[in-house]
């Protein structure tokens, strides 16, 4: 390991190298130091340091969090980060809202700490343009290579303590421009104009003309897969599995996906089935489970109370084993699944991870790993331990939104959601069971009827910045208006204000719901 210390995008001081390197780096940038240090040591972890920071860095645990070489972290302690945090006006991923307490995905780096494996760093030098800026370096690297399949985390270990006396970068508009027009569609960069004239009576006109100087930066010719990876984190010990299925009126479809499960070289220990009738004085029509020798042991609960929130919160209650796989009950998986999902998993040294789940004859739009920024309520496996604490928001019950609430609960916790496209689930998307009762929702009835659903508000609310809540407002109020009766724009613009109120008022009800 070899750790820069550095000043005003200057070297002043390195640790672990002889004295000629040193000398070296007076001349460079911290950019180009660094491509030039992983040349020379491309086994190396190469860490870099603000030299106010030196006291602070937690050098003995770095080694650790450096567990396979396809990574990039960096620490940033402040509230602001290099790109302004009005880049939540452009994107609504998961990655923006930081939880800084904890390991947490995000291509949001900072030049403040961090580091990367010289080889990781070599073989990404001619796809990635070396800016002079180091914070934009970092964060152009990571936001590229993010999709690519390289695992970009902020990470607060790299420190003893935050030290709120260093120098935090100072974001600007210039550079917030400029950012959005190398990374994103150029669509976004009229749409961020847009939201700080609308929400905050800006009007950037030279930020927004100087970003057109530069060009869209490209992520297509990086090749992370080149770069190996295998996990020094014994994440799979036991290699013991609990399945989780909720059901509701899929008996066939059920029993197929009990016998993939009893053919699996790798069986699962105990299968955890909900079934849920909501028919008054309707009893379990799963003769099977108890007609029929399995080899792992069911443990079936019968309830009238209809939902799959429920159902997944009351089979998590009962497992007991190392890792569980969050199922449908309408997929179908090969043999060899567990087997291969877990050889991936100890591989990635991951805790939480979603499998690619297709339709027959849908192509697969992913074919690498990378951070996901969703995740699959019935296509995952999750390490029990990361489970604790976590259960479905019954606030989304009958809506859209709990697979993603789920997600950011588990990367508040610090675990990561990777997507695996290997092995591959098949998802028949089976229509709805017979005896299902047709829902009625709270605000079925309400006169103004709420924009957007209040499950996808309250997951706005919960989780979302306000750049974020005001940005995806934006881009409904146009999306939505080709959908609607409503022609005139004033009179469209007064009826959607409306109803957005009306959606944060049930959110909010939602909010209460345990």
């Known amino acids: 390991m070899i750790v820069v210390y550095h000043h005003k995008n200057k070297v002043v001081d390195i640790d672990n190298v002889d004295l000629n390197t040193i000398e070296k780096g007076n001349t460079l940038s911290m950019v180009e130091f660094l491509f030039a240090l992983a040349k020379e040591h491309p086994d190396e972890i190469l860490v870099w340091c603000h030299i106010k920071l030196k006291e602070q860095l937690n050098v003995s645990e ?52 961090g580091g990367i494996y010289g080889s990781t760093l070599l073989a990404l030098k001619n796809e990635v343009i070396h800016d002079k800026d180091f914070n934009y370096f970092l964060c152009s690297l990571a936001k590229l290579g993010m999709p690519k399949g390289l695992l970009c985390y902020s990470e607060p270990k790299f420190l003893k303590h935050p030290e709120k006396e260093s120098e935090s970068p100072k974001a600007n508009l210039f550079r917030l421009f400029r950012f959005v027009k190398q990374h994103y569609k150029t669509r ?44 020094s984190n014994k994440v799979v010990e036991k ?5 989780v299925i909720p059901t509701i009126g899929r008996k066939d479809y059920l029993y197929d996906v009990l016998c993939d499960l009893r053919n699996q070289t790798h069986l ?62 309408d997929i179908r998986i090969d043999t060899d699944f567990f087997q291969k999902a877990l050889k991936n998993i100890n591989k990635l040294g991951a805790k939480a ?24 309520s019935g296509c995952s496996l999750v390490s029990a331990d990361s489970l604790k604490q ?53 605000w079925q009835n309400d006169p103004v009827q709420p924009k957007p659903s ?16 005001l940005g995806y407002k934006t881009i409904l109020f146009f999306k939505y208006y080709k959908h ?11 009826n959607f204000r409306k109803q957005w109120d009306r959606s944060v008022y049930w959110a909010n009800e939602l909010n209460k719901k345990e």
């Open 239 to 243: 290699a013991t599995i609990d399945v």
């Open 484 to 494: 609607q009766k409503i022609k005139n724009p004033v009179s469209y613009f007064i």
């Open 268 to 329: 699962p220990v105990n299968v955890i089935i909900v079934e849920q009738n909501p028919q008054e004085n309707s009893v379990s029509g799963l003769d099977y489970l108890t007609n029929e020798s399995w080899p792992f042991v069911i443990k079936h609960t019968f309830t009238h109370q209809a939902g799959a929130c429920n159902a997944r919160n009351m089979a998590l209650m009962q497992v007991t084993n190392e890792w569980v796989f969050l199922a449908d009950d």
């Open 62 to 113: 770095i080694a650790e969090l450096f567990h396979h070489k396809r990574l990039l972290m960096s620490y940033n302690p402040f509230e602001s980060n290099c790109i302004d945090k009005r880049i939540g006006y452009v994107e609504e991923s998961p990655f923006i809202n930081i939880n800084k307490t904890v390991t947490y995905p995000t291509w949001q780096m900072s030049g403040l700490v």
């Open 454 to 469: 209040p499950t996808v508000m309250l997951y706005q609310q919960l989780h979302q910045t306000k750049e974020q809540i």
């Open 390 to 442: 976590c259960k479905f928001n019954m606030g989304y019950e009958f809506g859209f939104g709990e697979d993603g609430d789920f997600g950011k609960q588990l990367r508040n916790k610090g675990v990561d959601v990777l997507y695996l496209p290997e092995p591959q689930i098949l998802h028949l998307k089976v229509p709805m069971g017979g005896f299902r009762t047709k829902q009625v929702l709270a």
């Open 188 to 231: 976004w960069v009229f749409l961020l104009l847009g939201n700080l004239m609308i929400y905050e009576r800006k009007f950037p006109v030279l930020p927004f003309i100087f970003s057109f100087f530069y060009r869209n930066r490209s992520s297509n010719l990086m090749n992370i897969e080149a770069i190996k990876v295998q996990s």
């Open 353 to 376: 991870v979603s499998l690619s789940c297709l339709q027959k004859g849908e192509k697969k739009a992913h074919t690498n790993v990378f951070q996901w920024g969703s995740f699959g």
